[in-house]
């Protein structure tokens, strides 16, 4: 899974055409080298979309070298000629939210405008990336240099941040901000999100992804699309079948082919022993040193520790991982259908269905396949396809359907711990109260977040405007006090609103700091982002729940109708 994601890659290439020629052409992936046809020409891209800002009616590259003319700057070889930013989004979006390269373009502009005014920009959006994954992901290029003063901005900590003919400075305050922009975009447009400012899952860094390309690129040529390995073991030379070495057609870094074989070993193990067991098997060792998780393997002369591989292999992160499988037990995917209605149970939903499940086993061929990945669908009414004139394959289809959302709705049971109707329907009310709950603080927090921004910006304003205001305040001649408010009547207008503002939410001097209100919008942007994947979980907790809970009723349903019309029948 690839969540919307923001990286950075400064330039010192002078040549300003080239960021446009390689967003616009097609570029050998692993190389970077621009591919050509048999005539030498270089081969445009299929698709893309393109816009330029503060560019006037020349292209980027031109009235990027203008500006820097106009300004003398960028004329060392070491100076930082343009910022490349690279927004991806999740490769699910498409399908699941409608996401087109025409409206990841118009957000990307949106997004160009507001965090990087005063710059000229070219932002390109694509409509798959290198993997072929199909993650639409939009460039922004700006010149490094500003050519407009602009507004100061809360994580800008110098004057020079604001003034034009300086330079943009990719501060780690900057990209923070930068982050927490990129996920409440996503989140205002109902995209998928993860929290950017908390941590990486993954932690893969620029070195580690380009390694990986390269070594592809040298494994491609070498085994020119040598057989993949067993679904049975992680991917990657660290694992052996027969005491030989695995092949696989996709490269690994030496922490990729740690992290398979740390989750190859965590989705069985229940314990500290049995992970260590099965790590074992696979070649790496793991050691515990002042809190922290190192993994070894054997290939390798020193230990790669938990955090650089990412926050899914911290040790409190992998403890919890194995208290978790603890408590399924090694019996949690068993499908208990052995139980038959008698009087006293008929009047239990779930102990019809089991006693439904068996007999319909017994009677048909159909092969059931515990698979916890597999989402749970609703029974089909057959009597309903029946009548709409549905013929004899779709009725066996709908069977063979109804027995596997059955065995998978007790599977669920089972799994989850859930051993009597009352039980599920607490589950499932619960579950529907958690989602409703998250649902409000998110809401909260989204209001506190517009609140904390208003407050903000309006300091921002009191504070560039004061002088103008207190100067044009301090005027005793009428004359010329006129004059001044005719040459300074922005700034008196917006420093007038904005301690009217202040006034009237009570806050007093000295002011509260940008910067820390700042700080305080990116936690609460990361906070909302926990929420929603929370809330995400608690959906998706609760369909499951209200499926199970559907298929059981439906099947209960139909068991006692049958069995009210046999008694008729009998009489």
């Not at 300091?459 to 002088?467: S, V, W």
């Amino acid at each position: 899974m690839q969540l919307a994601t923001i990286k950075h890659v400064s330039s010192k290439n002078a040549n300003y055409g080239d960021a446009e020629s390689y967003l616009t052409f097609e570029h050998d992936e692993f190389s970077g080298k621009a591919l050509r046809d048999k005539n030498g020409h270089l081969i445009p891209r299929e698709e893309y979309r393109m816009d330029t800002l503060l560019c006037g009616e020349d292209d980027f590259a031109i009235a990027c070298m203008r500006a820097n003319l106009h300004f003398g700057k960028n004329n060392l070889r070491g100076d930082v000629k343009s910022h490349h930013y690279i927004i991806s989004y999740d490769p699910r979006d498409a399908e699941d939210h409608g996401l087109t390269v025409d409206r990841a373009q118009e957000l990307g502009v949106e997004f160009c405008r507001k965090n990087f005014p005063g710059h000229q920009a070219m932002i390109v959006t694509h409509p798959d990336g290198h993997n072929h994954s199909g993650n639409i992901h939009t460039h922004i290029v700006i010149n490094s240099l500003r050519i407009e003063d602009v507004p100061r901005m809360a994580y800008m900590d110098k004057a020079c941040d604001t003034k034009a003919g300086m330079k943009h400075r990719c501060t780690s305050a900057c990209l923070r901000h930068l982050r927490a922009e990129v996920m409440e975009m996503c989140q205002e447009n109902g995209l998928y999100q993860i929290d950017l400012l908390g941590g990486s899952k993954d932690r893969v860094t620029n070195k580690e992804y380009l390694a990986q390309r390269r070594g592809q690129q040298k494994l491609d040529e070498k085994t020119n699309g040598a057989e993949s390995i067993s679904d049975d073991k992680p991917s990657g030379s660290i694992v052996s079948v027969d005491d030989k070495p695995a092949k696989t057609s996709k490269y690994e870094t030496d922490k990729e082919k740690l992290r398979r074989a740390i989750r190859f070993a965590l989705d069985r193990a229940d314990s500290m022993e049995s992970l260590t067991k099965l790590l074992l098997e696979q070649g790496v060792s793991v050691k515990e040193s002042r809190g922290r998780f190192s993994y070894l393997s054997a290939d390798r002369p020193r230990p790669i520790t938990d955090r650089m591989l990412g926050d899914d292999f911290l040790r409190q992160a992998v403890l919890d991982q194995l208290a978790k499988n603890a408590r399924l037990g090694s019996d949690a995917e068993r499908i208990v259908i052995d139980q038959t209605v008698t009087e006293q149970n008929s009047n239990d939903p779930i102990a019809v269905t089991k006693t439904v499940l068996n007999m319909l086993l017994k009677q048909t061929s159909v092969v059931i396949k515990p698979d916890r990945e597999k989402k749970l669908e609703r029974v089909v009414d057959i009597d309903k396809i029946i009548e709409n004139g549905k013929g004899e394959g779709y009725r066996q289809w709908a069977m063979e359907h109804n027995i596997k959302q059955m065995a998978g709705s007790m599977s669920y049971l089972s799994r989850h711990g859930i051993n009597n109707y009352d039980e599920l329907k607490n589950r499932l009310n619960a579950a529907l109260d958690k989602k409703d709950n998250l649902l409000q603080q998110m809401k909260s927090i989204e209001g506190q977040i517009r609140e904390k921004k208003e407050l903000r910006d309006q300091i921002l304003k009191y504070g560039k405007n004061k002088d103008v205001y207190t100067q044009w305040r301090g005027m005793k001649d009428g004359k010329k006090k006129d004059a001044f408010y005719q040459e300074h009547c922005a700034e008196i207008i917006l420093t007038e609103a904005a301690e009217k503002y202040l006034r009237a939410h009570g806050i007093k001097s000295p002011l509260p700091s940008p910067k820390k209100i700042q700080a305080e919008i990116e936690d609460l942007i990361s906070r909302k982002a926990i929420l929603t994947q929370e809330y995400q979980e608690a959906k998706k907790t609760a369909d499951e729940l209200g499926t199970v809970k559907h298929n059981i009723n439906e099947v209960s349903q139909k068991f006692q109708q049958q069995k009210r019309i046999d008694r008729e029948f009998a009489r």
